[in-house]
């Protein structure tokens, strides 16, 4: 299946081909992580682990499951969560007295809980993460990673003394993503929501969307303030240095298994997968070339380089397999492996290794005496280039107009004032969705499309999937 000719078609057979999912189980949405996807998952959830210990966040992990009189409490929250909700109405054959849901995303769970932790300002800020599996009814078609009804789910849920510091952690975010992001090579633009699509119950919503090669948009996560919207209904407060009792102001972030999604949609191509370095589960595979005559000693070469390599650090595979080396090449490109290193008999003769890289297929000789040095360079100039290639595709991809005739299946970038009337006139007549305002300033002068009013920051639309 060609990636340029079927995008959807391409995503849905290459996941399979390359062993990251199984469909087949009897729940729609529900699928089943195998070996391979899953560590590519668990790499994603080390690298987040990572980013958010080190910036002081404590991991927790909540029950799964939520009393519906708690998920109740805020408005708007359980206005925008009601129909995607799964109901737990019974324990063994007894109905329950008070049913339970299984969350969607866990505020309703912590935040009865977070009233009885935080006490006084020497508790603040409380900054909390957990990786859980969250459930959503979805209504649309499913998609593996993209759109599933059990989802493998990261959540932050932060507390803070006072507006400034909540928005301090909101900027915390945006650094933390961004060094998240070039471990998995992905582009993104952070889009601040209209007040109609903002997350149910925020104060405001920073979409961190990237960009398909269909020109469709992927929301891969959000970053929210709350404000004092959930700690007034759920009761979180705390005693300031004055003895006076104040409402926290709070924050999360959420990001999901999209990302694996992201990376398959952004990197693959027609041969399958193309893994990040750092997310690969190998990240080099030693194929040993064996010619008649010279198979034991080609194999002893191949298992001592793949020993000195492993040593080093770097997560490297042998193919030992009893099948021909073609055979190989082709499954391991199909699974995405960022380095093949090649070794017959000529090469070890030479003193030399041939690496092939799988993102651009290039292929060089390079000296054994330096095989772990020119692997880690060649790792890291893979990650850099992927990064910068599927940037500047996505860049390519955002069109700036000032009129919505005849638009292109891209991300556009257009002049609105601001007003709600002008943008559900842009989403009607562009038949896109607006995404929203950049949290990063942008250079721009426009006139409202639609009223003529000028204004100094675009607005970005796309067909978001
Ligand atoms: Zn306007």
């Known amino acids: 299946m060609k990636k340029a000719e079927d995008f959807s078609e391409w995503y849905n057979e290459i996941v399979e081909k390359a062993s990251l999912t199984d469909k087949r189980y009897p729940i729609k949405g529900m699928n089943v992580w195998t070996p391979y996807g899953w560590k590519i998952m668990q790499a994603i959830d080390r690298h987040i682990r990572e980013g958010f210990d080190g910036t002081d966040h404590q991991e927790v992990c909540f029950p799964l499951l939520v009393p519906e009189d708690q998920f109740a409490k805020e408005k708007e929250h359980i206005k925008g969560f009601d129909a995607e909700v799964f109901w737990v109405t019974h324990a063994g054959l007894n109905p329950l007295d008070v049913r339970l849901l299984l969350r969607p995303t866990s505020e309703t769970a912590m935040y009865p809980m977070f009233s009885l932790w935080v006490r006084s300002h020497a508790d603040l800020p409380l900054k909390t993460y957990q990786i859980v599996n969250t459930f959503r009814y979805e209504t649309k078609q499913t998609r593996a990673f993209i759109r599933v009804r059990e989802i493998h789910f990261f959540e932050s ?131 040993p070339v064996l010619a008649k005559g010279a198979i034991d000693k080609v194999t002893e070469a191949a298992r001592q380089l793949h020993k000195e390599l492993k040593e080093a650090g770097l997560r490297v595979h042998i193919d030992e397999r009893d099948v021909r080396p073609g055979v190989k090449y082709y499954d391991w490109e199909l699974k995405g492996v960022p380095l093949r290193l090649e070794l017959g008999m000529r090469d070890i003769e030479s003193g030399k290794i041939t690496l092939v890289r799988r993102d651009i297929g290039a292929k060089s000789l390079n000296d054994r005496s330096r095989a772990v040095d020119e692997v880690k360079d060649m790792l890291l100039t893979i990650a850099r280039e992927m990064l910068a290639r599927a940037q500047k595709e996505m860049d390519e991809n955002v069109v700036t107009v000032d009129s919505l005739d005849n638009l292109p299946s891209k991300m556009i970038r257009t002049a609105w004032c601001g007003s709600e009337e002008c943008g559900h006139e842009i989403e009607t007549r562009a038949d896109k969705n607006i995404l929203g305002m950049p949290i990063i300033d942008e250079k721009y002068d426009g006139k409202c499309v639609i009223c003529g009013k000028p204004t100094k920051t675009p607005v970005y639309l796309a067909n978001a999937m």
């Open 157 to 287: 849920h932060t507390c803070h003394a006072d507006f400034q510091d909540a928005e301090r952690q909101v900027q915390e975010d945006f650094d933390i993503l961004e060094k998240l992001a070039e471990k998995w090579c992905i582009p993104y633009r952070l889009l601040k929501r209209t007040d109609w699509d903002k997350f149910p119950g925020a104060f405001y919503t920073v979409g961190i969307d990237t960009l398909l090669p269909d020109g469709r948009s992927l929301q891969l996560g959000s970053i929210h303030q709350y404000n004092e919207n959930f700690s007034r209904p759920y009761d979180i407060k705390y005693e300031d240095d004055q003895g006076q009792h104040k409402y926290v102001h709070q924050t999360t972030y959420g990001m999901s298994e999209r990302l694996v999604g992201s990376i398959v949609a952004i990197h693959g191509d027609d041969k399958g997968l193309v893994l990040p370095p750092e997310v690969a589960s190998i990240q080099v595979v030693i194929v």
